[in-house]
């Protein structure tokens, strides 16, 4: 903890739908729901630490990949470790996400979840 008392414990992600996506990443990570409200649900790992959060957003309009002017711009995205990558890039498809037509590199997969965050598999 820092000399200020400020830790770092979740990441949250806006979504039209969230009891949709958590479920998505329920499913992807393995985690477990803890808050199931209509507008807040959370995700904890197994193990403890940082959780991942979604809030309800309406208005909620997904980036574009790679970045295009005058189009929503990524602001954030999860990087998630993978031991086959390949399998998790098929899972990952099986449960809702997109594969994007624009792979920076080799041992990287970019994907979006199902309401267009982008994350990658590596």
Not at 79 to 101: F, I, Q, S
Request: charged share 25%; with cysteine; proline share 9%.
């Amino acid at each position: 903890m820092s000399d200020v008392g400020v830790e770092f414990r979740a990441v949250v992600l806006d979504s039209p739908d969230p009891r949709r996506l958590a479920d998505f990443y329920r499913q992807l990570l393995g985690w477990e729901i803890r808050d199931n409200g209509e507008t807040w649900v959370t995700l904890h790992p197994p193990g403890g630490g940082s959780h991942l959060s979604f809030q309800l957003e309406p208005k909620y309009r997904p980036p574009s990949w790679p970045s295009e002017v005058d189009r929503q711009q990524m602001m954030t995205h999860l990087d998630l470790h993978a031991d086959d990558l390949g399998e998790a890039e098929r899972r990952a498809v099986e449960l809702g996400a997109k594969v994007m037509p624009w792979q920076p590199q080799d041992d990287v997969r970019v994907l979006a979840d199902p309401d267009g965050h982008i994350f990658c598999l590596f």
